[in-house]
């Protein structure tokens, strides 16, 4: 087809193997930019085509070396080119790349360990600074000793020369995209490169990719839609990809919005969270002489896509020159390699309401009230040879037009099944219909509806919980719920979301132990169960609800009945022995810190940062132990963001998430690290740096003690 021919000349059609697509870009355009990183939107490394292909051969021969064809390569790295010369050495080499997220330090390493249980890894490409930081768990870990480990830095770029072409088709698996979320059972799909090649065409179509395709990316390198939708896509389309940390998105929402800016962006987006992040966290002041006219697609794959998200977003910055017709919904998932279905052309996304009745009763009843409506906004519709249909998920049988149920899709773009398991494979990804034995068919799990060709996606199936673009499953969830206090009966909590403002709230429901729930205090169970949910989970609980022993809805099977347990809660229906909901609110001040009024003691920051935590928290400031864990209280992922930016602009204070949060901090730690920690004025590039130990300390006399166990490096 013509729109496969890039504008190049080269029929990406023709391609058998994403190998073909990168020897031809390399071939084409060899010093043209693939890949730039960005550090506070400023280029901090760059690869041509040419480079990329030289060292990615390089790494290929070294995993040829290693006898690694066709085995499972563990790949553990930080945001940054690297690791993208890394899977694309899996790809030259015809070895099976596995993206992970390598851990934080004091991170617990449950998830990794649980792919390279499920993997089984023969080879570990990392970088000096990953592997130094895994050492100690080397030593202890055998699953981790028994990897050959590849510092990829220290390897010899001369042996790109010695690298032998494999044969390398549509059939050959790529990699494994470990589904996001769950810590105890993550399930690798099997994504080949035809997989890859079909989804891209898919991109291409949908997603309005051509010749002037420029390409902005702050989403995990590891997850589908990051390594996908942006970094495969900007090889696909010879397009340059920019591609910045995670961390420095949360931190300054802006420099996503600047780099679309400078760079001239057709193509960027991310979940519902990051555009309302951009709305509430990005001054005027810091969008100065910005120009977002070039962005031609802001793709949102979000759970659901919110409207009021949408709007917000289109109302704030189309003074910056955005356009509302740029917004694209879609929806996609890892079993179908990524892409499923989107909007058509430059048009405004549709939106339509639907009867909430009508819906709950899965019949879609377009409503003009909206106050007993449900507004939903379409996540667009087929491309190329896909099909998508809705099925009754008890008969099996396909639904008509209008009615609600399970979305299940036949493409070339569906990966090969999950990794070791071959019964779930059949089950999922091999479905059929009862009655006409049509298929094979995806089953996603997900609820919809076909409405006027458009596919609106109406729930889930399956009990997947999705906040802020994250996949959590509920019984890890209530598992570290239940482990976190004697208090709470195992096996006897129900985890869930329900919507909320701006993203899902997770709610917890849990039965008390029958022979302490007159003894206990309340309070100290629901503060370690939130704590214990923030450590591990990364993810801020909304509501605790303790309920009476036996009290919990389950199946005659003992299965826990979640959406049962959600429906009572929602209609207040639950019987609570204790409930205590968390809502972030300003202070009773509602007083802004002024920078001539910064804190300058030890004692001043942290009444300070008391009464900052006080107001994210909801927590009255006498509440407040300035010698407990700040995670204690709440402090997610975001939360700790919000918190950083309030340092950096009350106190003048510039200093990375990274190090601020280092080893689960007190506040009365936090505050000994930045009495000390220079502000932006006292840091000068000119100067000569030195490096010197902040630690753990409650006193303003900090002595140099290198064992301290909460002791960072900081340049000053």
Not at 299 to 305: I, K, L, T
Not at 338 to 364: C, I, M, N, Q, Y
């Amino acid at each position: 087809m013509n729109s496969q021919i890039s504008q190049y000349g080269f029929d990406l059609s023709r391609a058998s193997s994403f190998i073909d697509v990168m020897n031809a870009m390399a071939k084409i355009q060899p010093d043209q930019p693939s890949y730039v990183f960005l550090s506070d939107c400023e280029e901090a490394d760059r690869l041509t085509f040419a480079q990329l292909q030289h060292k990615a051969r390089a790494v290929a021969a070294h995993l040829q070396e290693l006898k690694a064809q066709d085995e499972r390569v563990l790949l553990l790295y930080p945001p940054g080119l690297d690791y993208i010369v890394a899977f694309y050495a899996c790809l030259y080499g015809r070895a099976v790349a596995v993206p992970a997220n390598p851990p934080r330090l004091n991170q617990n390493l449950g998830r990794l360990l649980a792919i390279i249980d499920d993997s089984n890894p023969v080879v570990a490409l990392t970088t000096s600074a990953i592997f130094s930081r895994l050492q100690n768990q080397l030593d202890q870990i055998p699953k981790l000793r028994s990897i050959r480990w590849v510092i990829t830095d220290d390897v010899d770029l001369g042996q790109a020369e010695l690298w032998k072409e494999t044969r390398v088709n549509e059939e050959t698996i790529a990699f494994l995209q470990y589904t996001s979320g769950s810590t105890s059972t993550p399930k690798g799909v099997l994504v080949s490169h035809g997989n890859l090649l079909y989804n891209q065409a898919m991109m291409r179509e949908g997603l309005r990719h051509d010749g002037d395709t420029v390409i902005v990316s702050w989403l995990p390198m590891y997850h589908d839609m990051g390594l996908i939708g942006n970094i495969l896509a900007g090889m696909y389309n010879g397009a340059p990809c920019y591609l910045m940390a995670p961390t420095e998105f949360l931190q300054k929402p802006a420099c996503w919005l600047k780099a679309i800016s400078k760079y001239r962006a057709t193509f960027s987006g991310g979940p519902n969270f990051a555009y309302d992040l951009c709305v509430r966290k990005a001054r005027q002041e810091d969008l100065e002489g910005l120009d977002l006219s070039c962005w031609r697609t802001a793709f949102n794959g979000s759970e659901p896509v919110r409207d009021e998200t949408l709007r917000r977003f289109a109302e704030a910055f189309s003074p910056y020159g955005f356009r509302p017709e740029a917004l694209y919904p879609c929806y996609g998932l890892a079993e179908a390699t990524l892409f499923v279905s989107g909007g058509v052309g430059s048009k405004a996304p549709a939106v339509t309401t639907f009867d909430k009745a009508g819906l709950e009763d899965h019949r879609a009843i377009v409503s003009s009230r909206l106050q007993d409506g449900v507004t939903l906004v379409s996540s667009g519709r087929t491309w190329l040879g896909e099909r998508i249909i809705t099925v009754n998920p008890q008969t099996l049988t396909k639904c008509d037009e209008c009615q609600v149920g399970e979305i299940w899709v036949s493409s070339a773009a569906v990966a090969q099944g999950y990794w070791g398991r071959p019964e779930l494979t059949d089950a999922t990804f091999r479905a059929r219909l009862t009655d006409t034995n049509e298929g094979p068919y995806l089953r996603t799990g997900d609820l919809g509806v076909l409405f006027h060709g458009d596919l609106y996606v109406t729930g889930r199936i399956k009990d997947l919980i999705v906040i802020r673009g994250r996949n959590h499953y509920p019984q890890d969830i209530e598992i570290t719920a239940e482990a976190s206090h004697p208090a709470l009966r195992p096996g006897c909590s129900a985890a869930f979301a329900v919507a909320g403002d701006e993203t899902e709230r997770l709610i917890l429901v849990a039965e008390l132990n029958r022979e302490r729930r007159n003894s206990v205090d309340m309070n100290e169970v629901v503060d370690s169960v939130r704590q214990a949910i923030l450590v591990e989970h990364e993810i801020d609980i909304s509501t605790i609800v303790l309920i009476r022993p036996g009290s919990l809805l389950k199946t005659s099977s003992g299965k826990i009945q979640r959406s049962a347990v959600r429906s009572a809660f929602l209609n207040e229906s639950l019987e609570s022995v204790y409930r205590r909901q968390f809502t972030a609110s300003q202070s009773a001040s509602g007083q802004t810190l002024q920078p001539e009024d910064a804190p300058r003691t030890l004692e001043s920051l942290k009444a300070w940062l008391s009464l900052k935590c006080s107001s994210m928290f909801n927590i009255s400031p006498h509440k407040i132990d300035t010698d407990q864990p700040i995670a204690r209280y709440g402090l997610d992922s975001l939360a700790a963001t919000e918190l950083v930016s309030s340092i950096e602009e009350s106190l003048g204070i510039e200093v990375p998430i990274d190090n601020l949060f280092r080893g689960d901090p007190s506040i009365s730690q936090l505050a000994s690290f930045l009495l000390v920690y220079p502000t932006k004025n006292e840091r000068s590039d000119n100067d000569e740096r030195r490096t010197r130990k902040v630690f753990k300390t409650g006193s303003s006399v900090l002595q140099p003690y290198e064992s301290a166990p909460w002791a960072v490096d900081v340049a000053i």
